[in-house]
């Protein structure tokens, strides 16, 4: 399994803003996912963030809305830019273990855009 | 495009019942099938997963998959106020790069 370390926990911002999400696993992996759920849906996959390459988005996100960083192995960052009220939602940093591909995740970032 | 449906629900089961939650997928291929639990508020944790044909138990979970009628289902057994929650099920996507395809999660509610 893996442990994912995933901040800010939750947070209010102004429409027009940005706020930045920071994952951290303890481990080392190739791929990280973001995910976007919001309220009473399922996850609606972001992007896939690779070590060394630009993220690869879902159809529906790009990267001037959604800027993803990926530095290292075991860290990246979620961008989401300019944000309106429709932006509010719970966004999810998650990896597949080592052997398979269940996934695991950080414990999810709950933004509210005012 | 490979696709997971659940039933959205709710359902709703009382306390000590068995609690049956179904999934279908549309890729013949798919191999293996994942069952997470959501909790208002938190992430999706995983507590099952299934590769072969037939049952899988733990615990009071047993997961059941059928891959000629591309079917997996979940039960719980003497169902708990505490299973109280959305169980979100998945299977791989195409390809080597470990996307998973997601249900859009059936809420079930015990009921004391």
């Known amino acids: 399994s893996a442990v994912i370390s995933q901040k800010p926990s939750r947070d209010i911002c102004q429409r027009g803003t940005s706020l930045t999400i920071q994952c951290q696993v303890d481990?080392?992996?190739?791929?990280m996912f973001w995910y976007r759920q919001q309220p009473g849906q399922s996850l609606t996959l972001i992007a896939t963030?690779?070590?060394?390459?630009?993220?690869?988005?879902e159809s529906g996100f790009v990267i001037d809305k959604f800027p993803i960083s990926r530095p290292n192995l075991t860290f990246s960052t979620l961008t989401v830019s300019n944000m309106s009220p429709e932006d509010s939602s719970i966004y999810l940093c998650?990896?597949?273990?080592?052997?398979?591909?269940?996934?695991?995740f950080g414990q999810g970032t709950r933004l509210t855009v005012v | 495009q490979k696709e997971v449906e659940q039933n959205s629900g709710p359902l709703s089961v009382p306390e000590g019942a068995i609690a049956s939650l179904n999934c279908t997928y549309s890729?013949?291929?798919?191999?293996?099938f994942f069952w997470y639990r959501q909790y208002s508020g938190k992430s999706p944790e995983l507590i099952m997963f299934i590769y072969s044909n037939g049952d899988k138990e733990d615990g009071r979970f047993t997961a059941q998959l059928n891959k000629a009628s591309q079917y997996v289902s979940l039960l719980i057994r003497d169902s708990q106020p505490s299973d109280s929650a959305t169980y979100l099920c998945a299977a791989p996507g195409a390809g080597n790069n470990r996307k998973l395809i997601w249900g859009l999660g059936t809420s079930l509610a015990v009921n004391p």
């Open positions: 481990s080392q992996v190739t791929m």
């Open positions: 890729d013949r291929g798919s191999q293996s």
């Open positions: 998650s990896v597949t273990g080592g052997g398979g591909t269940e996934a695991f």
């Open positions: 963030a690779n070590q060394g390459s630009e993220a690869t988005y």
